[in-house]
């Protein structure tokens, strides 16, 4: 089967000529909840131009992040491997595995891309060892003698992005002049450059990757410019499964996330902090708009593969907490789009698809072949309407605190080794996760099934837990 699918994507390869590969441009934002797009039924935000996206091409309704962590999700999508293979889970000492590794933009720029990074870089290693040739509007650590303390927009000290700075990682030169840390405005500013490179910076003889990383609607959370009044905390909703407090220790009530909404969270203080999340999430929706008009005026649009998604969710309220460290629905789902030649216009799929995913995916769109190196496989079979599936279980895992495995049928169980935990839930019936079946008698061969299940996938992905325990 190997062998079979080897020579489709050599024959698939050499029908690419570089004359028509396709273009890439990548928009990922930070710690977006897959819920607050407008098209998928949120009817108390308006993101039109992610709609429009999503109108246009395929949008996965159970697209998964497998470690909710921004740096170690970003590791896992730039290399098509999971942090067990890439040596990065954002544990302390964490080193990439360097030799087992093919970076994402560096198989691009081999294949005859040339290959653009503007935004956050939140990943080991330079940008430009992981094959992107140019930088534009680089957002990234090194700003700490310009860095004052400040609160966020209600009056909790800043914690995130501490001395963030936009900087060109070739010359190092910093700017500070663009602001310090996460600024109103910042989206805007990602914005400015991508068009740029749109504009100003590809040659024209090669195709493009271009990889537009925001920090929206990750904190510190400001009002952006033009979205005063927008939204307020009297048209928020709650969230179906708001809690005041989640009803045990999951493994980060001490973390920084969480740190940043006071116990209990009561239901104005979560409304409050929705209309904020959704005030820079419709800001940074009209900066997208802003880019998709300028790839528009290239005359590009058509032979460029546009694909939207965020490196995790976050809870903001949900089950009691305001984070991401965590294996609920809100959380490992993420948005997932994707538009571009070929792909049938306004069509969603329920397949069960990794962040990690993406790499192999662009390869075979650009009739490249997949690196020997990325474990993550292609859901192009999905996007041409081929198959409706891609993985029948779906695993997660964060630090030494959790595990999860989701089934296709909908059936999912989180465990939490720490506390010898099981929550058990049918998120096909439950989508809330708010009916805990674990430990219940009619479902106990389900549950135990599912978390024999999971063990076997620990095993044979190289758990660390399980080898400090044996």
Same mark, same amino acid.
């Given at each position: 089967?190997?062998?079979?699918?080897?020579?489709?994507?050599?024959?698939?390869?050499?029908?690419?000529?570089?004359?028509?590969?396709?273009?890439?441009?990548?928009?990922?934002?930070?710690?977006? !909840?897959?819920?607050?797009?407008?098209?998928?039924?949120?009817?108390?935000?308006?993101? +039109?131009?992610? %709609?429009?996206?999503?109108?246009?091409?395929?949008?996965?309704?159970?697209?998964?992040?497998?470690?909710?962590?921004?740096?170690?999700?970003?590791?896992?999508? =730039?290399?098509?491997?999971?942090?067990?293979?890439?040596?990065?889970?954002?544990? *302390?000492?964490?080193?990439?595995?360097?030799?087992?590794?093919?970076?994402?933009?560096?198989?691009?720029?081999?294949?005859?891309?040339?290959? &653009?990074?503007?935004?956050?870089?939140?990943?080991?290693?330079?940008?430009?060892?992981?094959?992107? /040739?140019?930088?534009?509007?680089?957002?990234?650590?090194?700003?700490?003698?310009?860095?004052?303390?400040?609160? %966020?927009?209600?009056?909790?000290?800043?914690?995130?992005?501490?001395?963030?700075?936009?900087?060109?990682?070739?010359?190092?030169?910093?700017?500070?002049?663009?602001?310090?840390?996460?600024?109103?405005?910042?989206?805007?500013?990602?914005?400015?450059?991508?068009?740029?490179?749109?504009?100003?910076?590809?040659?024209?003889?090669?195709?493009?990757? @271009?990889?537009?990383?925001?920090?929206?609607?990750?904190?510190?959370? &400001?009002?952006?410019?033009?979205?005063?009044?927008?939204?307020?905390?009297?048209?928020?909703?709650?969230?179906?499964?708001?809690? +005041?407090?989640?009803? &045990?220790?999951?493994?980060?009530?001490?973390?920084?996330?969480?740190?940043?909404?006071?116990? *209990? !969270?009561?239901?104005?203080?979560?409304?409050? =902090? =929705?209309?904020?999340?959704?005030?820079?999430?419709?800001?940074?929706?009209?900066?997208?708009?802003?880019?998709?008009? $300028?790839?528009?005026?290239?005359?590009?649009?058509?032979?460029?593969?546009?694909?939207?998604?965020?490196?995790?969710?976050?809870?903001?309220?949900?089950?009691? =907490?305001?984070?991401?460290?965590?294996?609920?629905?809100?959380?490992?789902?993420?948005?997932?789009?994707?538009?571009?030649?070929?792909?049938?216009?306004?069509?969603?799929?329920? $397949? /069960?698809?990794?962040?990690?995913?993406?790499? +192999?995916?662009?390869?075979?769109?650009?009739?490249?072949?997949?690196?020997?190196?990325?474990?993550?496989?292609?859901?192009?079979?999905?996007?041409?309407?081929?198959?409706?599936?891609?993985?029948?279980?779906?695993?997660?895992?964060?630090?030494?605190? /959790?595990?999860?495995? !989701?089934?296709?049928?909908?059936?999912?169980?989180?465990?939490?080794?720490?506390?010898?935990? !099981?929550?058990?839930?049918?998120? $096909?019936?439950?989508?809330?996760?708010?009916?805990?079946? $674990?430990?219940?008698?009619?479902? /106990?061969?389900?549950?135990?099934?599912?978390?024999?299940?999971?063990?076997?996938?620990?095993?044979?992905?190289?758990?660390? @837990?399980?080898?400090?325990?044996?």
């Amino acid at each position: 089967m190997k062998l079979f699918t080897s020579l489709l994507l050599a024959i698939f390869s050499i029908s690419v000529t570089a004359a028509d590969k396709p273009n890439f441009l990548f928009l990922l934002a930070d710690d977006q !909840r897959p819920d607050t797009i407008s098209a998928f039924g949120n009817d108390r935000i308006s993101t +039109p131009n992610i %709609d429009s996206l999503v109108k246009r091409g395929m949008h996965f309704t159970r697209a998964t992040c497998s470690n909710p962590i921004c740096v170690a999700s970003r590791a896992e999508i =730039l290399t098509g491997t999971h942090g067990w293979e890439n040596g990065f889970t954002a544990q *302390p000492g964490d080193r990439m595995n360097e030799e087992r590794l093919s970076w994402w933009a560096q198989t691009l720029q081999d294949g005859g891309y040339e290959t &653009f990074y503007t935004g956050k870089w939140h990943t080991p290693g330079n940008v430009i060892s992981r094959g992107f /040739q140019e930088t534009s509007g680089f957002f990234g650590s090194g700003g700490g003698k310009w860095w004052k303390d400040l609160d %966020d927009w209600k009056g909790f000290p800043v914690t995130g992005y501490r001395g963030w700075i936009f900087n060109d990682p070739a010359t190092k030169e910093k700017f500070p002049d663009l602001g310090i840390g996460v600024t109103p405005d910042i989206s805007s500013l990602f914005a400015d450059a991508a068009i740029e490179v749109l504009e100003n910076k590809r040659s024209g003889e090669k195709p493009f990757f @271009l990889s537009v990383n925001f920090t929206a609607p990750h904190d510190p959370l &400001f009002l952006p410019t033009g979205m005063d009044g927008k939204y307020s905390i009297g048209d928020m909703k709650l969230p179906e499964n708001y809690l +005041p407090v989640h009803p &045990f220790d999951h493994g980060n009530f001490g973390g920084r996330d969480e740190a940043l909404l006071a116990w *209990p !969270r009561t239901e104005l203080a979560v409304k409050d =902090l =929705l209309a904020m999340y959704y005030a820079v999430v419709g800001d940074m929706d009209k900066q997208i708009g802003r880019i998709l008009a $300028a790839l528009e005026a290239t005359g590009e649009l058509e032979n460029t593969y546009v694909i939207y998604s965020s490196d995790h969710g976050m809870s903001v309220g949900s089950h009691g =907490l305001r984070g991401k460290q965590n294996m609920y629905e809100h959380t490992i789902n993420v948005p997932l789009i994707v538009a571009g030649p070929g792909i049938e216009a306004g069509t969603s799929s329920d $397949a /069960q698809v990794y962040l990690r995913e993406i790499y +192999p995916t662009t390869c075979e769109l650009g009739g490249l072949a997949v690196p020997e190196k990325v474990s993550a496989k292609s859901f192009v079979p999905v996007l041409k309407g081929e198959r409706t599936d891609q993985n029948e279980t779906i695993y997660g895992y964060f630090r030494e605190y /959790q595990r999860m495995i !989701r089934r296709d049928d909908g059936w999912k169980l989180i465990y939490y080794p720490q506390l010898d935990k !099981r929550q058990l839930f049918n998120v $096909a019936e439950d989508p809330n996760e708010v009916n805990d079946l $674990a430990g219940n008698a009619e479902f /106990q061969k389900v549950e135990n099934g599912l978390f024999n299940q999971l063990n076997e996938w620990r095993k044979t992905a190289g758990d660390p @837990l399980l080898e400090s325990t044996e």
